[in-house]
């Protein structure tokens, strides 16, 4: 992601996510153990919702399952490509109630309170300003709205803490490491009462937090 409004984007990340955007699927079968569980707890936790916002949706893995869930979802992302491709994803499923756009997660031109959920799946890592950005989310979803955000935590094995410093190597723009604990902890310091955790297993674990805006 980039940078808040007033800040230059930080282009070395957003170019990383334009080369990178035609093989992302690809990529998700050595690290995409642990999507299938984020995929259906995060369709879960929508169920019913009449506006959803998903931010960071890169190619739409997440998408089509929140499509299947919720009224409405607003699906978006700070990479052109990505959002080229998360648009083709949805035209061709003919899914009808997803509206595609390219958007900043530090400015997103929404009403406040707009959402009923907002889903930000493995984008916390990534984020240069974590507090601000969740602040942001906070604005646009309604009192009391829940948050999704499932996030792959690299500082949660020995495995994963090789691996996510070989990823550096490549010019992965990753920002902060966790652990479930540390993400827990990071996202009940930004104003969050979470109320679901789990750790899904993978060489690069993901753990799955939930809460709501308090």
């Known amino acids: 992601m980039s940078q808040h409004a007033g800040m230059k984007p930080n282009d070395r990340a957003r170019r ?13 079968s050595l690290l995409g153990k642990p999507i299938p569980r984020m995929v259906a707890l995060a369709a879960e936790a929508v169920t019913g919702a ?14 089509t399952a929140l499509a299947a869930s919720a009224k409405e979802v607003v699906a978006t ?12 994803r949805v035209r061709e499923l003919g899914l009808t109630n997803v509206r595609c756009e390219h958007a900043d997660i530090y400015a997103l031109q ?9 889903v930000a799946a493995n984008v916390l890592h990534l984020l240069q300003d974590l507090s601000l950005a969740l602040a942001a989310l906070r604005r646009v979803t309604k009192p009391g709205g829940r948050l999704i955000v499932p996030t792959y935590c690299h500082d949660q094995t020995l495995l994963s803490g090789f691996i996510s410093r070989a990823l550096a190597v490549t010019g992965f723009p990753g920002q902060e490491r966790f652990s479930l604990a540390s ?14 955790t789990e750790l899904l297993p993978g060489i690069l674990p993901i753990g799955y937090v939930e809460g709501s805006f308090v």
Do not use: C, H, I, P
């Open 50 to 63: 009449t506006r959803v916002l998903e931010v960071a949706a890169g190619t739409g893995l997440v998408t």
């Open 110 to 118: 929404y009403e406040n309170g707009y959402f009923d959920a907002v």
């Open 77 to 88: 992302d700070y990479s052109e490509a990505m959002t080229g491709k998360l648009t083709e």
């Open 16 to 28: 990383y996510w334009d080369r990178n955007a035609k093989n992302y699927d690809r990529s998700m």
């Open 183 to 196: 993400l827990v902890q990071a996202v009940e310091a930004a104003g969050v009462k979470v109320t679901r």
